[in-house]
């Protein structure tokens, strides 16, 4: 499978003036010698065709005795991504699934009408110096499905598509982009790819997506000749024919699909159409009603209080 050729906006000229309609500079939070930089939600743009949140973690050297410790905490209304570029968590979930995940595998946990789960570093990890890198995103469900049952999906490296062409390896995440599809379900038309670019090639978006995105993780990338270094999210507009260049070796991760059904409400872990019942999700936390991950039942996050 090869990739599209598609012209890129002459640098300079009116459609490269309007080719990037936002420029995120994600948020950066220390949690205790751990780096969190959040891109999505922010100020400028809610979200990306369904992407509603976006966390970069590490890159970060976690000496032994150091790791991952996200108890058990709930969701409703989304499901939850989890991707690795370095290391390797541990999730749990209240359906009794245990799944180690490791670089190029992926976790797609569907919270639906509520489920809950941890993320852990394991003790045999915890035993030695690691490596930790990775990419946590939300993608809000469609109001239809805001309340379908909890799910929780684990794909091997090898079942996510691969397109390697003129040096650039293209990992189909989920959805479908450049002819290829992931077999992870979701509910609603959407793409979303890692892509690894050798230093001078070229990679066309795709175009029959509303919604478009592009976080640079490693490295740096040219559009329409304006520079765009790592830890950048660029929001471009839809349908323009626009080409990304990688100015040496880059990473990516491409996002988006059609736009959401509507705005979408987020407090805490919760993402709904409805304030109401964002409300009843933080009662039932609050009291108990959720159900219990098992293998990790003694612990758990409280609702904040504000």
């Known amino acids: 499978m090869t990739l599209p050729h598609i012209p890129d906006p002459i640098p300079g000229d009116h459609a490269a003036a309007d080719a990037i309609e936002t420029v995120i500079v994600p948020r950066a939070r220390d949690l205790g010698g751990f780096e969190v930089r959040r891109a999505l939600p922010a100020a400028q743009r809610q979200m990306v065709g369904p992407f509603i949140f976006f966390d970069q973690f590490g890159p970060v050297l976690m000496k032994a005795g150091q790791g991952i410790d996200v108890r058990p905490h709930p969701h409703i209304g989304l499901a939850t991504v989890t991707w690795l570029?370095?290391?390797?968590?541990?999730?749990?979930?209240?359906?009794?699934?245990?799944?180690?995940i490791a670089p190029g595998e992926l976790n797609w946990m569907t919270a639906g009408k509520g489920i809950v789960h941890s993320e852990r570093t394991t003790a045999q990890e915890l035993s030695r110096d690691r490596n930790i890198?990775?990419?946590?995103?939300?993608?809000?469900?469609?109001?239809?499905?805001?309340?379908?049952?909890?799910a929780f999906e684990h794909v091997?490296?090898?079942?996510?598509?691969?397109?390697?062409?003129?040096?650039?390896?293209?990992?189909?995440v989920a959805g479908s982009v450049y002819g290829a599809t992931s077999p992870v379900k979701t509910h609603s038309d959407l793409?979303?790819?890692?892509?690894?670019?050798?230093?001078?090639?070229?990679?066309?978006?795709?175009v029959?997506?509303?919604?478009?995105?592009?976080?640079?993780?490693?490295?740096?990338?040219?559009?329409?000749?304006?520079?765009?270094?790592?830890?950048?999210?660029?929001?471009?507009?839809?349908?323009?024919?626009?080409?990304?260049r990688a100015t040496g070796n880059a990473r990516v991760m491409l996002l988006g699909g059609e736009p959401m059904d509507g705005p979408r409400h987020i407090w805490w872990n919760f993402v709904s159409s409805s304030k109401d019942r964002i409300e009843a999700a933080k009662n039932d936390w609050k009291h108990a009603r959720?159900?219990?991950?098992?293998?990790?039942e003694h612990d758990f996050i409280p609702l904040p209080e504000k």
């Open 156 to 172: 091997a490296m090898a079942d996510l598509p691969l397109i390697d062409d003129r040096g650039i390896k293209a990992r189909v």
């Open 290 to 296: 959720f159900d219990i991950v098992p293998g990790d």
């Open 191 to 206: 793409f979303y790819a890692d892509v690894q670019m050798l230093a001078g090639t070229a990679l066309p978006l795709p």
């Open 85 to 100: 570029f370095d290391g390797s968590i541990f999730h749990r979930d209240s359906l009794g699934s245990e799944q180690p």
């Open 133 to 150: 890198f990775g990419i946590q995103s939300w993608v809000a469900l469609p109001k239809q499905y805001e309340e379908t049952a909890p």
């Open 208 to 244: 029959e997506h509303e919604e478009r995105g592009v976080y640079v993780v490693e490295g740096e990338i040219e559009v329409a000749g304006q520079s765009f270094a790592a830890g950048r999210l660029l929001v471009f507009r839809p349908g323009d024919a626009i080409t990304i």
